[in-house]
């Protein structure tokens, strides 16, 4: 059973010889069901049903966590044979990788909504308790674009956009007050972390130098930048908006003004859980692609904002939810802009494919900041954790459209709005174009 709205796209799935087979039911079911088609939730018992009807899927208040909340809240989990589906809140993203490293079995979580870089820094035990990995796998990633980089009205009349060269001399002559400067991300080695030091780097300011970088969790970010706690942030929405509506702070710049169409979080979970359950990890994945399909729909935006901004799920006002999830940005400091492209992205776009060649930028810019050595293979390291074989075959058994299925597993060059380019084939070039690293290439 299903609510998404008519017209959408998936409406059922085809059981596959293959899927049938791996599942081992007996030969009689299997000869009886190959080549039916009926939605996946029907018939479990006798088909290639799930080994198990339940995970445990934590989120971070955050927008690109609907996708999760509304496959929930609509009953398209249990739509594809997984109707105990928890999608559980984390406090941050620390504690969403202490219970990644648990396991929904010893009462922690089997996935999440996830910064793209996290399932890598846990499978290489980077930022473990002594170490120890967690192999992980990347099934889809969740969206593209509409994080935000703020400022403390502090700098107000500074012009600082995506450029941020004038911050240069304002945070220079603070600290030679005796001032510390402080800008937040939400997880080291993380996407904010990433998109706020590729920010300030280009504009001349090194991130681990001229500034104090700390770790503040997403729904944390405006109280602590209205008691003065912070200079600038880097988190997800609703929280940049929130700020500019509480009058406390401006948007410098949105992500997607750093890199158009960038890849942001991704559907993360333990590589031990899904290859235990396969059946269950293509049924999560094939719900959380039709529940994006259904978020990316313009007409779903309010709906959608209501949803998430719900109590139980990020408890925000709408009003610091929808103007964004449309493209509609009042920055704070006098920039409004209407109908922008810089709305998040579920589905449009390739949103949902996890593209290899974008796990190498991020490991390569955690390699750029010491977070890996700079002798890391990063073509084997994507090969293990990202798993966008999975992702093809949901999607083949989902029967999405030929042109939303990426022919190539790389998107190819990269160009950002400083001019530098990331060629996936070549990463050490692109870390030899870059002034401020602490790797020498």
Known sequence: MTTTKK??????????????????????????????????????????????????????????????????????FAKYGMPDVEVAKQASWGATRDNMVLGGAANGIDGAHILTPMPYLISAGKVTQNNVPTPMYILARLNLDAQGISVSNEYKDLKVTADASALKEAFAKKKAAGKEVKIAMTFPGGTHDLWLRYWIAAGGVDPDKDVSTIVVPPPQMVANMK?????????????????????????????????????????GMRAEWVDKNPNAAKALLMAVME???????????????????????????????????????NYGNGRIEKGTKQYMKFWQDHASYPFKSHDSWFVTEDIRW????????????????????????????????????PASSSRGKETFFDGKVFDPENPSAYLKSLAIKRVEV
């Not at 299997?30 to 006798?46: E, N, R």
């Not at 200079?231 to 750093?258: K, R, S, Y």
């Not at 007409?299 to 109590?311: A, L, Q, T, Y």
Request: proline share 5%; net charge neutral.
């Open 7 to 76: 017209g959408s796209p998936v409406t059922g799935a085809g059981i596959s010889r293959r899927s049938l087979l791996k599942a081992g039911a007996g030969t009689a079911a299997l000869m009886s069901a190959i080549g039916t088609q009926f939605p996946f939730g029907v018939h479990v018992a006798q088909a290639a049903g799930p080994e198990t009807t339940k995970a445990i899927l934590g989120y971070i208040a955050l927008m690109d966590a609907s996708p999760l909340v509304i496959a929930k809240e609509k009953g398209i």
């Open 370 to 405: 010491g977070k890996f050595e700079a002798s890391t293979d990063v073509k084997a390291m994507v090969g293990k954790v990202n798993r966008e074989d999975l992702w093809r075959d949901a999607a083949k058994t989902l029967g999405v459209a030929a042109a939303d299925i």
């Open 291 to 329: 529940a994006q399909q259904w978020c990316d729909r313009p007409e779903n935006r309010p709906e959608m904002s209501e949803i998430v901004g719900k109590r139980q799920w990020f408890n925000v006002p709408v009003a610091d939810i929808i103007g964004r999830a449309k493209g509609d940005i």
């Open 227 to 267: 008691v003065g706690n912070m200079d600038a942030f880097c988190v997800g929405e609703p929280w940049n908006e929130q700020l500019v509506n509480q009058g406390i702070g401006f948007t410098a710049c949105t992500t997607g003004e750093i890199w158009s169409k960038h890849p942001e979080k991704a559907l």
